[in-house]
């Protein structure tokens, strides 16, 4: 079984929206008279759409929220009575607050809240009790009620810190490591007359010459088809006799 709900209307304006305008506005999207919009805006719930799915109910509430008013969605059953949740069982009453559990009287708002199955307002806690008496006194104005607050730690010393200027060197001349220069002994070394082979003749590698004999070819003529030349086999006709096909 689907959902059911009711779209109830109790007059509430939304927002800051002009009373009058809103009567005017809900007039035309209901082609109401003045007796029912009387009806309508007197304060008591009103079901305006009964036993609807939720998406028509959120279509109706979207159209009164066009028209400056606040309607509510209530679940339903199929004869259109609001769901409730079973009350859990309370605990006896205390006798100063036997006359909270009294039934509501009529007309009121807990009354209107109790007919469309929606729970009263809870009752206002106490007022706190008064403070004792005692040894008050009234510091003078601008005393502070609270501990001032520590006092921040000393600066650190920065004295023996200096900026260098934009563009300089981090490091001092004295802190730049500078290496000894390496003496490389280049007296074993010449150099070759420009265009002059590098490798002498007992460097140079020793290439065996490959002997190949084409004694067994021979060269057709220019023109000449090639395929004449191939040669001759006879074809082969291997036996199949011994196979079969599954």
């Known amino acids: 079984m689907a959902d059911l709900f009711n779209v109830v209307f109790a007059g509430q304006i939304a927002g800051t929206a002009d009373p009058a305008a809103v009567r005017a506005n809900v007039g035309k999207l209901f082609n109401a008279s003045e007796a029912v919009l009387d009806k309508l805006f007197s304060g008591q719930p009103v079901a305006i759409k009964k036993l609807v799915d939720q998406a028509t109910a959120m279509k109706f509430r979207a159209l009164m929220k066009q028209a400056g008013a606040e309607v509510r969605i209530v679940p339903v059953d199929e004869q259109g009575r609001p769901l409730t949740a079973a009350p859990a069982p309370a605990a006896a009453p205390a006798p100063a607050q036997a006359a909270t559990n009294a039934p509501p009287a009529a007309g009121s708002m807990a009354a209107r809240?109790?007919?469309?199955?929606?729970?009263?307002?809870?009752?206002?806690?106490?007022?706190?009790?008064?403070?004792?008496?005692?040894?008050?006194?009234?510091?003078?104005?601008?005393?502070?009620?609270?501990?001032p607050a520590p006092p921040p730690p000393?600066?650190?010393?920065?004295?023996?810190?200096?900026?260098?200027?934009?563009?300089?060197?981090?490091?001092?001349?004295?802190?730049?490591?500078?290496?000894?220069?390496v003496q490389v002994d280049i007296s074993g070394l010449s150099m070759a007359a420009a265009g002059s082979d590098v490798l002498k003749e007992d460097e140079r590698r020793q290439v065996e010459p490959v002997q190949v004999d084409i004694s067994a070819l021979s060269m057709a003529e220019v023109g000449a088809p090639l395929d004449e030349l191939r040669e001759n086999r006879p074809p082969v006709n291997p036996d199949i006799s011994h196979l079969k096909l599954a």
């Open 154 to 181: 000393p600066a650190p010393d920065t004295s023996a810190i200096s900026v260098a200027a934009p563009g300089g060197s981090l490091v001092r001349a004295d802190e730049i490591a500078r290496p000894a220069p």
């Open 113 to 147: 809240l109790a007919a469309m199955g929606e729970p009263a307002p809870a009752a206002r806690p106490p007022a706190a009790a008064p403070a004792a008496a005692g040894d008050w006194a009234i510091k003078p104005v601008g005393t502070r009620l609270s501990d």
